[in-house]
């Protein structure tokens, strides 16, 4: 069982690394279809004090693909003693927004099985581009955990994990999860909190355009937090690799 809470700042080459395998993800995208993407998180008593501020960040999903217009979020937590919800299907930041902001955080053990057997289930009645996970502990079977993962590498299913915090067992197999996957992992906590609007915004135009999506947003931003994002995840060769 993997719960500690020993934590490090996250490393600015751990984020590099995680734009870089967004950008190297392959993805199938028609402006005619509507993009499908899965938000879990684990709102666990753990996370009450970091809930608040995701709810801020994850309105830049939708902010960041406004422009392609076809994108639907549906979120995903599980909390307490075995309780699982998933919302309905969300189609702009405000009824996101809606959803998370009625959660209350409860103490429990953590339910990422449940989370990826959601996950398969949706993608079976209608595709899923991508599933975003965002927690900061893993209590479970991680050769169960592993097998899913798997699972959803064959059916096509990314998985991109955000684990709050740095605790090695947890990061261990967080990665494990994203690699069998196709999907990417990156660390933040609450002093990066710019970094984890641009990570979700990198998963969600990801999910939309891919990388070509990414490079029409950057030449018409003046953010240079966009640009870098653009620049880092269409020349892999600029990020430094790490152990």
């Known amino acids: ?18 734009l870089k ?31 608040d501020r995701a709810c801020h960040l994850q309105g830049q999903m939708f902010t960041s693909t406004s422009h392609l217009g076809n994108l639907n ?6 909390r307490g003693f075995n309780q699982f919800h998933a919302s309905r299907w969300c189609t702009s930041a405000e009824s996101l927004l809606e959803a998370m902001s009625s959660v209350r955080c409860m103490g429990g053990y953590t339910q990422i099985k449940r989370v990826m057997e959601h996950a398969i289930k949706e993608h ?10 965002v927690g900061d502990a893993m209590e479970e079977d991680p050769d169960a955990l592993c097998h899913l993962a798997g699972k959803m590498g064959v059916l096509g299913i990314p998985l991109f994990m955000f684990q709050e915090g740095q605790t090695t067992q947890v990061k261990n197999i967080f990665q494990q999860m994203a690699e069998l996957t196709g999907g990417a992992y990156a660390p933040f906590d609450l002093k990066s ?51």
Not at 207 to 224: D, F, P, R, W
Request: with cysteine.
């Open 1 to 18: 069982m993997a719960d500690s809470k020993q934590e490090k700042p996250a490393s600015s080459k751990e984020v590099s690394q995680f």
């Open 21 to 51: 395998k967004v950008g190297t993800t392959p993805v199938k995208t028609s402006g005619a279809v509507t993009s499908r993407l899965l938000f879990a998180m684990d709102a666990t008593a753990s996370r009450e004090p970091s809930w």
């Open 73 to 78: 979020i549906q979120l995903c937590y599980y």
């Open 124 to 133: 079976q009645t209608n595709r899923l581009r991508a599933v975003v996970f």
């Open 193 to 243: 909190a710019s970094e984890l609007k641009d990570l979700l915004s990198a998963v969600a135009l990801f999910a939309t355009g891919g990388i070509q999506a990414l490079e029409s947003v950057s030449k018409g931003s003046e953010s240079n937090r966009y640009n870098l994002l653009w620049q880092q995840l269409s020349d892999p060769s600029s990020n430094q690799s790490h152990d």
